[in-house]
Every structure is written in C-alpha cells, then in structure tokens.
C-alpha cells in the first residue's frame, strides 16, 4: 500500500557514498508537498533524518542530505559508516493531505 | 525532552476493538502547532499513516480514507495524552503501531513526525 517507490536496498563500502531514490506522482511529491527521510532499525522508534526535503534536525550528521526534484526526491549518505546500516523510508503527502511513505531501502555497509 | 510513551494490549481478537493510549511528556496535547498521529507498519501494508488529532482554538481530526469508518483518535487533556480506538479488527489489521508528533512550529519541522513512540506490536488473532 506504499505509495512512494523506493528501491529495496542499497549498499556500499565504508566511506563511499551511496544515494536512495524516492519516486512519487503528480498527486503527492509533484504537487509540492514536503518530503521527509526517516531512518529505522527494526524494533526501534523510527528516527527524523531529513526534513522539508533538504534540512537536517540538529544532531544529524551532515554525511545527510537529501533533495527533491519534479516528482522524485533523493537521500545520500556520504562517507558510509557502520552505523548508517539501517532501514530508510521517505514520508510525503497527498492532496486530500494523508501522510504517505514509500517502500523502504535497507542500508548494507560492505 | 519530549517523550511519548504508548501503552495497550498486544493480542486483541478478530471483530473486536484496539485501544492504545500515547502519554506525553515535555509537551502538551494542547500545543497549536503540533498534531499528534498514529502511524502503523506492517509486512504487507509498509508504512501506514491512520489518523490525528490537533488543536487549533477548538479540536480537529483527521483520519486516512481506508480506516474513516471504523477509526477514532481522542485527545486526553487532563492526562496530556491521546488514544487510538480501531474497532472490527481483522488480521489484516496486525501491525506494529506508532504513535508520533508532527511539529509545524516556526522553528519545526514542517509537519515530519519528529517524535515517535517505541511502538506496540499488536496481533490481531483468536
């Protein structure tokens, strides 16, 4: 029932860079909303990573960041760490304003 | 900090009806500028946004097409709380479930779910 399309998993060696792509429609990233990354390890509370498509919340590394074009938006992590091996999910909305989120990508580090 | 703490049963059987509590500490229900939310994620369904409830000089709800019917989020202000009812609980309904803040604050987070409850597992089986 996920409504953004993100790809499975990823994965890259330590400090490499790796991107994650969040692809939605005209009716929920291409009409303008906001996207949100979020990261998540199974069992936790999942954690604000990027929000308004490119700001970090104080405390998150800046080997974050994350963009947002048309109807798609992107997370790159740089300099890939051990830690960074997670799930990630973007969160957008759509026009009746009901939060969506996408698929999820588990993050291998190598 | 802000915290929110969840409570509620694990194990609810099929027709009848899921209540979860969200306690909140280091902010209020009340707040103008935040909206508080249930989320759920299951295997099948991913990520499921349900429903919020928010203040804005009178309260507010709004919940996810698919749940409307059968949904109800209300706040608890003299205990700084809110809760989730989900009533004709299927299988289907099994998830683990999130309670969560979206802050649209001047100096938030345009409305991403900023805080998060650890989750309850709950099954939905006879």
């Known amino acids: 029932q996920s409504v953004l399309t993100q790809p499975p998993s990823v994965s890259g060696a330590p400090g490499q860079r790796v991107t994650i792509s969040c692809t939605g429609s005209?009716?929920?990233?291409?009409?303008?909303?906001?996207v949100h990354w979020y990261q998540h390890l199974p069992g936790t509370a999942p954690k604000l990573l990027i929000y308004g498509n490119n700001n970090r919340p104080s405390g998150v590394p800046d080997r974050f960041s994350g963009s947002k074009s048309g109807t798609s938006a992107s997370l790159a992590i740089t300099g890939l760490q051990a830690e960074d091996e997670a799930d990630y999910y973007c969160q957008s909305y759509d026009s009746s304003l009901s939060a969506v989120f996408g698929t999820g990508t588990k993050v291998t580090v190598l | 900090q802000v915290q929110l703490q969840q409570s509620g049963p694990g194990l609810v059987k099929p027709s009848q009806t899921l209540s979860l509590t969200c306690a909140i500490s280091g902010d209020s229900v009340s707040n103008n500028s935040a909206a508080w939310n249930w989320i759920r994620q299951s295997p099948s369904r991913g990520f499921q946004w349900l429903g919020k409830?928010?203040?804005?000089?009178?309260?507010?709800?709004d919940y996810e097409v698919s749940v409307k019917s059968r949904i109800g989020i209300n706040p608890d202000i003299s205990k700084n709380q809110f809760s989730l009812q989900l009533n004709s609980l299927t299988p289907e309904d099994t998830a683990v479930y999130y309670c969560a803040r979206a802050d649209y604050g001047t100096a938030g987070y345009r409305g991403a779910y900023d805080i998060w409850g650890r989750g309850t597992m709950v099954t939905v089986s006879s």
């Open positions: 005209s009716s929920n990233i291409g009409a303008g909303y906001d």
């Open positions: 409830t928010f203040y804005r000089s009178k309260w507010y709800n």
